[in-house]
């Protein structure tokens, strides 16, 4: 009899063992686990440790679903947005995010984490449109860009709490022009820079024309005092010259005769390449013939008298 008791008797042994490893469930600190019982939910465990559920999971008894409990992220990337000046960018965007009521988020997406980033895109796309849409392009560029942050975030947390979930934080990555919109901002861009290129150039050649029309005046206002100066040190030196000689023919007129016709001599016969044809007793030579500068008595004696007493100036053979 004992021996025919102990297959059963391990059989039973077993079957406990199974039940008993099948009812047996953990949940760890990341983790949340949800208790369904013939597709309703027993009940949510939030707390690390071990628990029982009826067992044979496969007799759609009691299944267990586990939950993320830890902060997660999804990114959304190259969101096309318009802003208020009507032009198009591109945006790259991600949500930090805590399933917060595990009972709701089984409830409405049947825990499935990807419906339930697919939903969130769905209205963190619509946000960002919207808001984007009521500012320019430098507001995601200044300190406004917090506010629209907060913003969105205001947005997606309405549809959120529906699926059970906490949005923690919503950030922007990227902000950046579109392809055709980049080419228009360069070419507006490069117009701009041009125009005040040329502006500078403008204003340059009128300020060089401005610098060199006071020179040219100061040139001959300078040039002008110059010749005035000139002319009146010129006229003050002549009456000088004027009044020496004046004085000095009146002191000895003999001697300054004498004198003017020593320079003459100088500036008539001073060069080897000149000759003068005169009649002797000219009044030229009178210095030559008396110291005194009176003219002797003609020659009657086999000379004939020049025909003129003007000199005659002839180029040297």
């Known amino acids: 009899m004992n021996g025919s008791r102990l297959p059963i008797f391990l059989i039973v042994f077993g079957v406990v063992l199974l039940a008993l490893y099948s009812s047996i469930f953990v949940v760890n600190q990341r ?22 559920k009826l067992p044979f999971a496969f007799m759609d008894a009691d299944r267990v679903q586990y939950v993320e409990k830890q902060a997660l992220r999804f990114d959304l990337d190259n969101i096309r947005v318009q802003v208020s000046g009507g032009k198009f960018y591109e ?5 930090v995010y805590k399933i917060a009521d595990a009972r709701r988020f089984r409830e409405s997406v049947s825990g499935d984490r ?6 969130l895109s769905t209205r963190l796309d619509a946000s960002l449109r919207r808001v984007y849409g009521l500012r320019g ?22 549809d959120a709490e529906n699926l059970g979930i906490l949005i923690e934080d919503v950030r922007i990555r990227r902000t950046d ?35 060199r029309a006071i020179a040219d005046r100061q040139v001959v206002e300078i040039v002008a005092e110059a010749q005035r100066d000139s002319e009146i040190l010129r006229g003050e030196g002549e009456g000088e010259r004027t009044r020496i000689f004046a004085d000095a023919f009146n002191r000895d007129p003999s001697f300054f005769e004498f004198y003017r016709s020593m320079n003459a001599y100088q500036a008539s016969i001073g060069s080897a390449d000149t000759t003068l044809v005169l009649s002797p007793d000219s009044e030229f030579f009178r210095f030559f013939n008396n110291a005194n500068g009176t003219t002797p008595p003609a020659a009657t004696s086999g000379t004939q008298a020049a025909p003129s007493a003007q000199p005659q100036a002839q180029p040297a053979q």
């Open 91 to 95: 945006v790259d965007a991600f949500v």
């Open 177 to 211: 022009l579109t392809q055709e919109v980049s080419q228009q901002t360069f070419d507006r861009m490069k117009a701009e820079r041009l125009a005040e290129a040329e502006l500078i150039r403008a204003r340059g050649n009128e300020e060089g024309q401005r610098r």
């Open 114 to 119: 990807l419906s339930a980033q697919a939903r």
């Open 31 to 52: 983790q949340q686990a949800v208790v369904v019982r013939f597709g309703q939910i027993q009940s949510v465990k939030t707390e690390p440790g071990l628990y029982f």
């Open 137 to 158: 392009f430098e507001a995601a560029l200044s300190e406004e860009r917090a506010s629209m942050m907060r913003e969105v975030r205001q947005d997606l947390t309405r």
